[in-house]
């Protein structure tokens, strides 16, 4: 699953590989299901009252309060661990280019010290959270290309 490290990381040896408590998978689960909602459109017609057929599913692209894809991530954040929520935290801040991969001690130490029960909320209210978690693996040497040619 490993793969080379962006050219604008500072690379890792395979001695120095930084070890996840969450799963790279979870992650990947995380980043496909944040790019669902990320993509969505503003509410254009908040109580429609027709039938979904008639407005063509229309209110599927919009961002509802009530959006199960929300809900779903929000369930699957919530029932991690207090670690793999600190994990979460550390690769989002990583991919940010906040920090380098070099930083990994530093930055996980921060995001357990800023640890708390609302980790869904502050995640999803992130704008572009799939593609800082993306590059926060990327970093660490994970390839999303990688895992989706293995599942598809």
Do not use: C
Not at 8 to 15: F, V
Not at 42 to 62: C, K, Y
Not at 116 to 122: H, I, L
């Amino acid at each position: 699953m490993a793969s080379a490290a962006p050219e604008n990381a500072e690379p890792i040896g395979d001695s120095d590989m930084v070890e996840l408590t969450i799963s790279p998978e979870k992650v990947f689960f995380i980043i496909v299901k944040a790019r669902e909602f990320d993509v969505k459109d503003v509410v254009t017609e908040p109580d429609p009252g027709s039938n979904p057929s008639d407005d063509m599913d229309a209110a599927v692209l919009e961002d509802h309060k009530d959006d199960p894809t929300v809900e779903e991530v929000t369930s699957f954040i919530n029932a991690l661990s207090q670690d793999e929520q600190i994990d979460l935290v550390a690769l989002t801040w990583l991919g940010r280019d906040d920090y380098t991969a070099a930083d990994w001690a530093e930055i996980r130490a921060e995001a357990a010290q800023a640890w708390n029960k609302r980790t869904a909320r502050y995640l999803l209210g992130m704008p572009m959270l799939g593609d800082h978690l993306e590059e926060g693996l990327a970093q660490l040497g994970y390839s999303l290309e990688e895992y989706e040619m293995n599942r598809l």
